[in-house]
């Protein structure tokens, strides 16, 4: 054993940089209580400034107390409005007073658990190592309703260093918390975790088998290939799909009543009609305003402090000021991304969703000078007010789709080509997926039977023989 030194260089990330990426990726209400947070955290924030909220209670009973009629009361002591009432410690106790009761209101209201803070709960007896805690709470902040990760992986390397394999790893881990199969990325990954609930070890071996080698053929009703290929006779077969259905897709349903900003969008970015197309506007009430402490700005003139002091005061100072910049810099690439993306998709204006054209996120961050991640941790979880209503920005990203012609049609209009073709096939006859793949064909869109299945469920349209089915059995 020896001691070595040696040079090497390893790229991180300033403090300030991880801040403006948490802020960026993060949606408004989550936004408002962060800067909530750091007021809390930091002396030398003076003040937030609610500028969307309407006048308080407590706002409207002061109103009332000075409109009052005072004359009726007699001069003394026993006035209990005088000058010295008024300007004394009595008349902010009243008002504490009726905070206090307030607040003992809106404390004593229950409010179902969320599902972060569910799994959350479970964290520190799991199998995962404390080391990893803060990136499995990132991974959590990142489920979708239905308890999926819709997160970004390579976002989630560059925020928080660690390598794909740990953060896949971990996300492993997850899914075996309660309940089971949160975290998954896909309803295949959902399903296995959930394996353990099957008490039969020969059914959940069938069911296992199932999900791994016969996902698209249960969905299109390839019976025969999956009892052959499993060995299975019908019996069986039915006895392994019953107990696959006793197993959730969707494993944080029952968490959707606890979940915050459950009822409400709030889009931050509005489309202005202007003179030459449409203008990106991110609301500025939208968010609080900030403001550092002159008092403590003061303190660095105060020659009576000490040395160290005034180092704490310097170190807030700047806390401070990295927080506003952070937030400028949010506001101003969410700015300048969501024009990119009406510059970009400026016909949905007059024509709607139908006339979103394919776009990818790479064309709009060499468009903004910003990196592909930059543009995902921008769209997810904003809103933009639109003529055509309240949207996602990431729903303007369209994959396109090439044709025969060497041109490009996006997946929008792939999905209305094969919804016309199933609307007018013959009912006594439906299409069988290889069957639309053809006519897509000849008519210049390439794609193949998985793919076409796939758009098919996207349009919640079933297979040939349910189509069918449906038809003889009404």
Known sequence: MKLVQQKSQVMTLAPQVRQSLKMLAMSLPELRAELLRE??????????????????????????????????????????????????????????????????????????????????????????????????????????DDGYFKGSIPDIVMVSGESEDVIRKTLAKITKFDPPGCGALTHQECLIAQLDEISDTLVRSRVKALILRHWHDMAEGKVSLIL?????????????????????????????????????????????????????????????????????????????LS?????????????????????????????????????????????????????????IAEKTGVHTATVSRTVNGKYASTPHGTIELRRFFVSGISTSDGGEVSKNDVLLKIKELVDSEDRKRPLSDDKIALLLKSQGFTLARRTVAKYRTILSIPPASERKSEVVGG
């Open 228 to 304: 052959k290929d499993l060995s299975l006779d019908r019996k069986e077969y039915v006895e392994a799909l019953k107990a696959l259905r006793t197993l959730d897709p969707r494993p944080a349903r029952a968490y959707r009543h606890g979940r915050k900003g459950d009822e409400y969008v709030n889009p931050e970015v509005h489309a202005v009609k202007c003179s030459d197309g449409w203008e990106a506007s991110v609301d500025a009430r939208s968010l609080p305003e900030i403001r550092i402490s002159p008092k403590f700005i003061a303190m660095l003139e105060d020659s009576t």
């Open 307 to 363: 040395e160290q002091t005034k180092e704490y005061v310097r170190e807030k100072i700047a806390a401070a000021q990295a927080l506003v910049d952070s937030v400028e810099r949010r506001q101003e690439t969410v700015a300048a991304i969501a024009q990119a993306i009406f510059d970009a998709q400026s016909e949905f204006f007059t024509k709607g969703l139908g006339a979103l054209k394919p776009l990818t996120m790479h064309e």
């Open 39 to 144: 007021m809390s955290l930091n002396p030398a924030i003076a003040d937030i400034e609610q500028t969307l909220e309407k006048t308080t209670i407590s706002q409207k009973e002061n109103e009332a107390d000075e409109k009052e009629d005072f004359s009726d009361y007699p001069d003394g002591d026993d006035n209990p409005f005088d000058a010295a009432y008024l300007d004394g410690v009595n008349r902010h106790e009243a008002d504490a007073d009726r905070i206090e009761r307030r607040q003992s209101l809106f404390d004593n209201q229950t409010a179902g658990e969320t599902l972060e803070e569910h799994l959350l709960s479970q964290l520190g007896y799991s199998e995962i190592e404390p080391e990893y805690y803060a990136l499995a709470e990132m991974l959590i902040s990142e489920l979708d």
